[in-house]
């Protein structure tokens, strides 16, 4: 129903613009000139009213009645109940409304599930009436106010800037309210083992003394996983700067445009290629050719490795790097490179002495995405480089990472609770440390970043 109500509020969204239009049109008659607005600026006034109301109202009563409802199904439940258990009793009403499986089925079960049931009904019912009264409104409303002195320019162009503003203001509230809620976790945790233990500490084992109501301070030393991030995104940052690098340049100053029509879409089906796939092909393919390859040469090279990851990695991340440098690279003035060739310098000492520095920031920032990339990947670590917290300096042994462990953690039999504090910590200090390569990255691209009139 609810999709249904959103269908309808832009089909009316759609009306209105056309009528708007129309009506100014209509209003200018021989003399268009005589409208403060063009038609089509009258039509797209209205119709972000309609859709602004429309929309607006599906979007805060579908918010606002859930939070009715969830309060009114707590209320049903009584009070003898245990916040588990109510909770329990409450997801057990609401899946045999839904017919799907319940851990049990009694009679205060029924109850909350006929009550979700109407209470269902009524706010979808509520909210598709709500929504659309509130569409026909602004249209209606909107059309009414098209005339020769309307400014719907100016109102329009109002509207787009406030939006764009709330977006902006989003994403803002968003990073705000995740490194809160790292943060709050992280307090926590941090409030029973000290600082220093996780941050300096060899052996990371969080969870193996928590059956016995404690955490052991000297099993939750990070080191072994920060050091197992440092390495396979090294070797991935190996094998992908220069090939995505090296690909940019020559896609920009060497290939031909029959060339750069074939190689370049290759290149990106790269980045389209789920990681469980190279996951795939790092466990099945790479990492058997480099244990069989090093056992050849008298290398003891494990079946999961940091050099199998990486490698995967790498080529993974190429396409990032290739499209973002080949992007910036063919965004430098040409009358740079001219100048060059015409004070005698050859292709090569061009690419090298004026067009790289130029290109400088927006390579240095396709390189910072492929640095996200390779910190954040979690499939290929657990299927090439394994999930033992092992402090090596050598590639060819199994390794782990931070998002690995992370994921072992909340994903695992532990109780949420218990488990939320090593890895929100995980999580919160990898996020300091990516904060601090940015911050450094870019005041290095500062100092050595050319300005050109």
Known sequence: MLNWAALIIFAL?????????QRAVALGGDTPAILHSRPTYHGAYVAICTALAGFGVLLIGLILSNIAIGTALVSSVPDALSPIERDLVISDGIAIANDTLA??????????????????????????????????????????????????RNRFEHIVGLILMVSAGIAILTTIGIV?????QTIVFFSDIPVWKFLFGTHWS????????????????????????????????????????FAAIYLSDFASARARSIIKPMLEILAGIPTVVYGFFAAITVAPFLRDTGAAIGLSVSSESALAAGVVMGIMIIPFI??????????????????SYGLGATKAET??????????PGIMSAVLLGVSRAIGETMIVVMAAGQGANLT?????????????????????TE???????????????????LIFNVWALALVRKYREVYD
Not at 13 to 21: D, P, Q
Not at 180 to 184: F, P, R, T, V
């Open 322 to 339: 290739s499209s973002l440098s080949d992007d910036v690279i063919n965004a430098v003035p040409q009358s740079l490179r001219d100048g």
């Open 393 to 413: 300096h050598n590639p060819l042994e199994a390794v782990t990472t931070v998002t690995v462990q992370i994921v072992a953690l909340i994903t695992g039999d």
């Open 103 to 152: 851990s049990r089925t009694d009679e205060l079960r029924e109850t909350i599930a006929a009550l979700y049931t109407k209470l269902t009904t009524l706010q979808i019912w509520g909210i598709t009436i709500a929504s659309i009264a509130a569409a026909v409104f602004a249209m209606l409303r909107g059309i009414g106010s098209v005339a020769v002195p309307f400014r719907a």
């Open 206 to 245: 969080p969870l193996s003394g928590v059956h016995e109501g404690t955490m052991d301070p000297d099993k939750v030393g990070a080191i072994p996983l920060f050091a197992g991030t440092l390495m396979i995104t090294i070797i991935a940052m190996i094998v992908a700067v220069p090939i995505g690098l």
């Open 180 to 184: 809160a809620s790292l943060l709050g």
């Open 416 to 434: 949420a609770s218990t488990a939320a504090g090593p890895a929100f910590s995980l999580g919160f200090t990898l996020f300091c440390i990516t």
């Open 351 to 360: 690419i090298r002495n004026v067009i790289l520095p130029a290109a400088l």
């Open 13 to 21: 969204m759609l009306a209105s613009y056309i009528m708007a239009r």
